[in-house]
């Protein structure tokens, strides 16, 4: 299995590169404990994750 760590700071390394600007927008109430790109960055890795764990069951169970 993979590493999610490896997997998520890759993910992040790659957005951050895009040079986009997700922490345009005022918040109100407690301060979040991850930015938007963090969590844009650790939504994508489990979607890539999960994807490629079922193409695994595919490819061996099926």
Avoid at 2 to 25: C, G, R
Avoid at 47 to 60: D, P, T
């Amino acid at each position: 299995m993979a590493n999610i760590t490896k997997n998520y700071f890759k993910v992040l390394e790659v957005l951050s590169s895009l040079d986009v600007d997700f922490n345009h927008t005022f918040r109100a109430g407690r301060k979040a404990k991850m930015s938007d790109i963090e969590a844009v960055a650790l939504s994508l890795t489990a979607e890539y994750m999960e994807r490629s764990i079922n193409v695994w069951k595919v490819i061996f169970i099926n």
